[in-house]
Nanobody, 120 residues
């Protein structure tokens, strides 16, 4: 059974940091790309970052570049999203998703999400 389990969300003050984790199981982790998405109330889901375990490539949405860092620990089948200098507008439910190969936006599997709330 494929599972993606997010953790690490919570309440943090603006300017603070959080590290999200996405623990994967049930598929060959090294062959997949893992993406992070977020959805704020009343807004559409937005792609935040992605890392391909196939070639190590990464990408970020412009609004988080320089603040967020995605990384992968293949020994633990876990992808992390280190979020620094958090802003109020980063408040959302954060989801991870998996697709074969590269980050193309064709995700096969999704996690249940973890809430991130940034307060002033």
């Amino acid at each position: 059974e494929v599972q993606l389990v997010e953790s690490g969300g919570g309440l943090v003050q603006a300017g603070g940091s959080l590290r999200l984790s996405c623990a994967a199981s049930g598929f060959t982790f090294d062959d997949y790309a893992i993406g992070w998405f977020r959805q704020a109330p009343g807004k559409e889901r937005e792609g935040v970052s992605c890392i391909s375990n196939s070639d190590g490539s990464t990408n970020y949405v412009a609004s988080v570049k320089g603040r967020f860092t995605i990384s992968s620990d293949n020994a633990k089948n876990t992808v992390y999203l280190q979020m620094n200098s958090l802003k109020l507008e980063d408040t959302a439910v954060y989801y991870c998703a998996a697709e074969v190969g590269l980050c193309r936006g064709l995700y096969d599997y999704w996690g249940q999400g973890t809430q991130v709330t940034v307060s002033s």
